[in-house]
């Protein structure tokens, strides 16, 4: 059982590694004003998101706005830019 769930685990891993290959090598002749519309940018050979901390796991009302989810009852969507998700003043 353990043995099966490590295969699968490892046949997902291959699939996410090519299917990201394979979208770096599409995006690799884009323009970089075009890739900072999608919100990427190429650093040190590597496809970065311009806003790494909206994708970070501690900022739940950031993740939550990316996802689509409700957020706590603490903090409101008003509270989040809707363009760029960084907390507003």
């Known amino acids: 059982m353990a043995a099966l769930h490590i295969t699968r ?3 997902r ?3 996410s590694f090519y299917a990201n290959r394979q ?7 884009c323009d970089p004003r075009m890739l900072k519309d999608i919100g990427l940018r190429w ?3 590597k496809l970065e998101s311009i806003h ?5 796991p501690g ?4 993740a ?12 409101s969507v ?8 960084a907390r507003l003043a």
């Open 43 to 45: 650093e040190r050979g």
């Open 59 to 62: 900022n739940k009302v950031e």
């Open 78 to 85: 008003s509270d989040v830019c809707p363009r760029c998700g």
């Open 23 to 29: 979208r770096d090598a599409l995006l690799r002749d």
């Open 13 to 15: 891993a291959v699939r």
């Open 9 to 11: 685990r490892l046949l």
């Open 52 to 56: 790494p901390e909206r994708l970070a």
């Open 64 to 75: 939550s706005v990316i996802s689509g989810d409700k957020p706590s009852v603490s903090k």
